[in-house]
C-alpha cells in the first residue's frame, strides 16, 4: 500500500514538473513577447519624439509667417498674400503633423496597453510556476516523511 502510495506520489511529482516546465516556456514565450513589444513601444517614441521635434519647428515657422504676414501686410498687398498662403501651408502641415502625432500617441497607447495585458499573463504564469513548484516541495516531503516511516 505504501508503495503504491509512493507511486502516486512519484507520479504527481512528474505531473507537477512537466505542469512547471509548461509554464516555465509560457513565461519565457511571454518574455520574448514582452521584449518585442518593448522594442516596439522604443521605436514608436523615437518617431513619436521626431514628429514633435518637427512639429515644434514647424510651429515656430508658422508663428514667425504670421508676424511677418501681419507687418507686411500694412506695407505690401502682393507680400501680404504670399505670406497668406504660406500661412496656409504650414497650417495643412500642422494639421498632418498633429494628426499624425495623435495616431503615433494612440498606438503608443495600445503598445503600453498591450503590455500591461503581457504583464498580467506573466505575472498569472509566474503564479503557476510557483503553485506548482510549492506542490512539488510538498510532494517531496511527503515522500521522505514516508521513506522516514518506511525505515522504521
Same mark, same amino acid.
Given at each position: 500500500?505504501? %508503495?503504491?502510495?509512493?507511486?502516486?506520489? +512519484?507520479? %504527481?511529482?512528474? %505531473?507537477?514538473? $512537466?505542469? +512547471? *516546465?509548461?509554464?516555465? /516556456?509560457?513565461?519565457?514565450?511571454?518574455?520574448?513577447?514582452? #521584449?518585442? &513589444?518593448?522594442? &516596439? &513601444?522604443? =521605436?514608436? +517614441? !523615437? $518617431?513619436?519624439? !521626431?514628429?514633435?521635434?518637427? /512639429?515644434?519647428?514647424? #510651429? =515656430?515657422?508658422?508663428? !514667425?509667417? +504670421?508676424? #511677418?504676414?501681419?507687418?507686411?501686410? *500694412?506695407?505690401?498687398?502682393?507680400? /501680404?498674400?504670399?505670406? =497668406?498662403?504660406?500661412?496656409?501651408? &504650414?497650417? %495643412?502641415?500642422?494639421?498632418?503633423?498633429? $494628426?499624425?502625432?495623435?495616431?503615433?500617441?494612440?498606438?503608443?497607447?495600445?503598445?503600453?496597453?498591450?503590455?500591461?495585458? $503581457?504583464?498580467?499573463?506573466?505575472?498569472?504564469?509566474?503564479?503557476?510556476?510557483?503553485? /506548482?513548484?510549492?506542490?512539488?516541495?510538498?510532494?517531496?516531503?511527503? #515522500?521522505?516523511?514516508?521513506?522516514?516511516?518506511?525505515?522504521?
Amino acid at each position: 500500500e505504501l %508503495k503504491g502510495l509512493e507511486e502516486y506520489l +512519484k507520479g %504527481k511529482a512528474v %505531473k507537477a514538473d $512537466e505542469e +512547471k *516546465q509548461r509554464w516555465t /516556456a509560457r513565461l519565457d514565450e511571454e518574455r520574448q513577447e514582452r #521584449v518585442r &513589444l518593448l522594442d &516596439l &513601444l522604443s =521605436s514608436t +517614441k !523615437t $518617431e513619436l519624439d !521626431t514628429l514633435a521635434g518637427e /512639429a515644434v519647428v514647424l #510651429v =515656430s515657422e508658422f508663428e !514667425t509667417a +504670421k508676424a #511677418v504676414h501681419e507687418v507686411d501686410k *500694412q506695407r505690401r498687398k502682393e507680400e /501680404a498674400d504670399a505670406d =497668406s498662403r504660406h500661412h496656409t501651408e &504650414l497650417s %495643412k502641415i500642422v494639421e498632418r503633423l498633429t $494628426e499624425q502625432v495623435a495616431i503615433e500617441q494612440k498606438r503608443q497607447r495600445q503598445t503600453s496597453t498591450e503590455l500591461l495585458a $503581457e504583464t498580467s499573463r506573466r505575472a498569472a504564469a509566474e503564479l503557476h510556476v510557483r503553485t /506548482a513548484q510549492r506542490e512539488i516541495q510538498s510532494l517531496e516531503t511527503e #515522500v521522505r516523511v514516508i521513506a522516514g516511516e518506511l525505515k522504521n
